[in-house]
Structures are given as structure tokens and as C-alpha cells.
């Protein structure tokens, strides 16, 4: 069985990617000390990103950062439909890919772990039939292999949702909707990509005025492009996922503020916050995520975060550092965020996005 452990994240390793992070802020330049109100270094950051955006060809991208538990600011930038001229705005619903895994992560720690009686450390077939005997939830939760490597696979975590499923008695859409997007206020947040059309099972789960509701944010959500020589072309062949705990979900910067905020205030008890936060180890072995998150430090600051890619269509990215109470999320309708920078090998600082966020607020 593999040994799961957790212990104080560690630092990058990669200097140059740091010593890129610097170059990138002196290009872009910063406010002077004169000039160095929040308002200022918001607009500065929402300029830059902005310049960023257009030069990955990003057709429309929306951004919102939490400090000291509280929303301080959000942004549209460029154009959530370029064939309709329609702005990106923070209340914009994007797809956020493989992102969902935070989300039911943190539901299966607070409903499962601190609320009932699932371990982290339980085997998957204590819960349900699965072809890994060895494999626990942990290892699910922190993608390592069955010989205890990292192994980066959100389609491996789908196990969960039926782990999940079996733990709290309901199904999973339900679940994420009414003890997460209910109970946080995430008022744009879809528990499926195929509500739009539902199913016979989608109407058993959920009545017709909350089907109607999801109906209109997804007519609201924001139209998917390939980028082609740095130029968006509309994406019609996208096929909507249904939902799993690593994907289908669709939501808002303004929606996932209201989860980090909540997050940071106790949804799920300190101690599993802690561990869910550090870094996970497996057979003595350090792996580059704790539980729903990566982890790694930038300038001597534990930070965590993750990503989520739908090829061709849409990209999303968090980056949180605990010690500061600070969070930046970003939503787009490209893949752009996420595709060119290798994110799946652990390192969030390849991101010249990411960089750009922490060069300005973790100076």
C-alpha cells in the first residue's frame, strides 16, 4: 500500500524560472513608491494582464482577487463573444476544466472526511469496485500512481465522484450544487456543462425552475475559441462534459472569489485546510500537490493553486498564497492560461501569468 504523508511544502527549484519572473516585472515596469495605492496597482496589474491577453490572443478573459477574505477587485478583459462585440465582465460564466477537482475536493473533505467517516488513507474499494487494490483516496486526491509517482490524470479522479457518491448518500450533481453553489452564494455556477438539454436523470435530480435557471447562465457562457496564429476563430465543436468530479463545471471569477473567501473562513474544519494545503508525500517520496491543489513556494511563500484546460476552447487558473490571505483567479475563453506552459508538471511559475500576479503581490 502506498505510505501517504504530509509534510511543509517546498521550494522551486528552478532559479531561472524566478530570475524570469523578475525580468517580466521590470518589463512591464511597476508603480513607484509614490504611486503605490491598491487602486493603482490594481489598474497597473489589469493593464498588464490585458497586454498579456492580446498578445496570447486571448479573445476574452475575466480576473478577480481576493485579499484578507473579502473580494478587493475583479475585471473583464476583452471580448466574451468577438462575432457579437460582447464585453467579458466578472459576472461571466466560463468552463473551467479540470479546476472542478478544487471544488470537489474540498465538498468530499468537508462532507466526507469532517463531517462523516471516509480517511483519506482509505482504500478506493473500502467504498467501491476498482481495479487499483492498493490505491486509496489520498492517492486520488494528490495524483500518485499506483507505484507512488506523481502522475498528473483528472480523468483518473472520477473515481471519486462515485467514492463521494457512496459516502454522502446523494448523487454528485446534486451534492455540488446544493451543499456548494447554494450554500456559498455561487448564484452562476452550473453542476454541468449538459443542463442546457437535459436528461430524464437530470430532471429526477433537479426541478424544472432550477434547470431553467441553469439554462440561461449556460446561454450566458462565454463562446469558445482556437487560437491560430494569435487569432481567435469560434470554436462549434466543442462537446459539453457532463459532470464528474474533475469536470463540467461552469462558473464565474465572482463564484469562485465566493468560494475562496469561504474556504479561507472555515468550510472545511483548519486542520483539513492545513493538510489539504501542504505538500503530499507518497512512499516517503515528496509529490508536488496536497489535496486538490498543487503546492510549491515562490520567494520563501507557500503558494497553491491549480489549472483547468478544455483544448481549444477555455482555460482557468487560481493561484492562492495562505500566508497572505491573497488570491488571484483568472477565467478564459481559449485555452490560452494554461495550454502553452506545461502547467500539468507541477510548476506554476512557467505561467507568465502566475509570474505576473506574484512578482506584483509577492514581491
Not at 525580468?23 to 489598474?43: H, M, N, T
Not at 471544488?103 to 481495479?131: A, F, H, M
Not at 465543436?237 to 474533475?246: L, M, Q
Not at 508525500?281 to 483547468?308: D, M, S
Amino acid at each position: 500500500m502506498i505510505q501517504q504523508g504530509f509534510r511543509p511544502i517546498h521550494p522551486v527549484r528552478n532559479l531561472g524560472l524566478l530570475v524570469g519572473a523578475l525580468i517580466c516585472v521590470a518589463v512591464f515596469g511597476r508603480p513607484s513608491s509614490a504611486q503605490d495605492p491598491k487602486d493603482l496597482k490594481y489598474e497597473w496589474f489589469r493593464r498588464t494582464l490585458d497586454s498579456l491577453r492580446l498578445e496570447a490572443g486571448i479573445p476574452g478573459m475575466s480576473v478577480a482577487i481576493v485579499e484578507n477574505r473579502t473580494i478587493a477587485w475583479a475585471s473583464g478583459l476583452g471580448l466574451q463573444d468577438v462575432e457579437g462585440n460582447v464585453l467579458a465582465k466578472t459576472d461571466t460564466p466560463y468552463v473551467i476544466g479540470s479546476l472542478a477537482q478544487t471544488l470537489g475536493s474540498t465538498l468530499l473533505l468537508r462532507k466526507c472526511v469532517d463531517q462523516s467517516y471516509l480517511e483519506i488513507n482509505d482504500l478506493v474499494i473500502r467504498w467501491i469496485p476498482y481495479p487499483e487494490p492498493e490505491t486509496t483516496v489520498a492517492s486520488l486526491l494528490t495524483h500518485s500512481a499506483p507505484d507512488g509517482t506523481f502522475r498528473y490524470a483528472p480523468s483518473r479522479m472520477s473515481a471519486l465522484t462515485s467514492v463521494f457518491e457512496e459516502c454522502a448518500y446523494r448523487r454528485y450533481p446534486q451534492l455540488l450544487a446544493q451543499e456548494l453553489f447554494d450554500l456559498l452564494g455561487m448564484i452562476n455556477s452550473v453542476p454541468g456543462q449538459t443542463l442546457s438539454t437535459p436528461t430524464g436523470d437530470d430532471l429526477e435530480l433537479f426541478d424544472a425552475a432550477r434547470l431553467s435557471r441553469y439554462g440561461d447562465i449556460l446561454r450566458r457562457t462565454a463562446v469558445p475559441y482556437r487560437v491560430i496564429n494569435r487569432r481567435p476563430v469560434r470554436n462549434t465543436e466543442v462537446i459539453p462534459a457532463r459532470i464528474d468530479f474533475a469536470q463540467g463545471v461552469v462558473s464565474t471569477v465572482l463564484d469562485l472569489a465566493q468560494f475562496d473567501t469561504a474556504y479561507d473562513r472555515g468550510f472545511i474544519d483548519p486542520a483539513t485546510r492545513q493538510m489539504a494545503l501542504s505538500q503530499a508525500y507518497a512512499n516517503g517520496k515528496p509529490l508536488p500537490t496536497g489535496l486538490g491543489w498543487f503546492v510549491q513556494e515562490y520567494n520563501r511563500e507557500p503558494i497553491a493553486w491549480q489549472f483547468g484546460t478544455v483544448e481549444g476552447a477555455y482555460s482557468s487558473l487560481i493561484v492562492k498564497v495562505p500566508n497572505r490571505d491573497l488570491t488571484m483567479i483568472l477565467l478564459a475563453n481559449s485555452d490560452g492560461l494554461s495550454a502553452p506552459f506545461a502547467l500539468e508538471t507541477g510548476d506554476v511559475t512557467k505561467s507568465i501569468f502566475a509570474r505576473t500576479f506574484l512578482g506584483t503581490f509577492v514581491p
